[in-house]
């Protein structure tokens, strides 16, 4: 697909401050993320929903420190870690939508007994296609 900058300069998917300077790590991200997905199907059944889950590994390297001087002396670090909500919200909008292509919908995972990553396990398996199963799980702030 070819992720740039761009794809990340409106909601819900902006990333405050991006320019083409970041063009190579979104490319290595994405390039990351189709190996790390290791979906054995049509590859664009998933091109448009990578972007989801870029933006997670993107804002996730994001973390960095800054320190700002107060006086002469005294120094304050503080953590700066992009929107914690929005990262945990286009993860689960990507594990939507990566479940419509495999045909996992809520209701069928209430209608079946055992644990969730067991019932995601056996309809991934039904279908014949292969994926990192990580990336149908959702993520809570809790």
């Not at 994001?62 to 503080?78: N, P």
């Not at 990262?87 to 909008?93: E, L």
């Amino acid at each position: 697909m070819a992720l740039t900058y761009t794809t990340f300069q409106t909601y819900p998917l902006e990333i405050a401050g991006i320019t083409s300077e970041y063009n190579a790590k979104i490319t290595a991200i994405e390039n990351f993320v189709i190996e790390d997905l290791a979906y054995s199907g049509d590859a664009a059944d998933v091109s448009a929903i990578l972007k989801y889950f870029v933006f997670w590994f993107f804002c996730q390297s994001q973390v960095t420190t800054i320190t700002a001087k107060t006086g002469e002396t005294i120094q304050i670090q503080k953590t700066s870690i992009p929107a914690l909500d929005m990262q945990i919200q286009n993860w689960n909008t990507g594990v939507d939508k990566l479940r419509t292509v495999f045909e996992i919908t809520d209701e069928i995972l209430d209608s079946m007994t055992g644990m969730t990553y067991e019932k995601i396990h056996s309809l991934v398996e039904a279908t014949g296609k292969t994926v990192n199963e990580k990336y149908l799980s959702k993520r809570s702030i809790l």
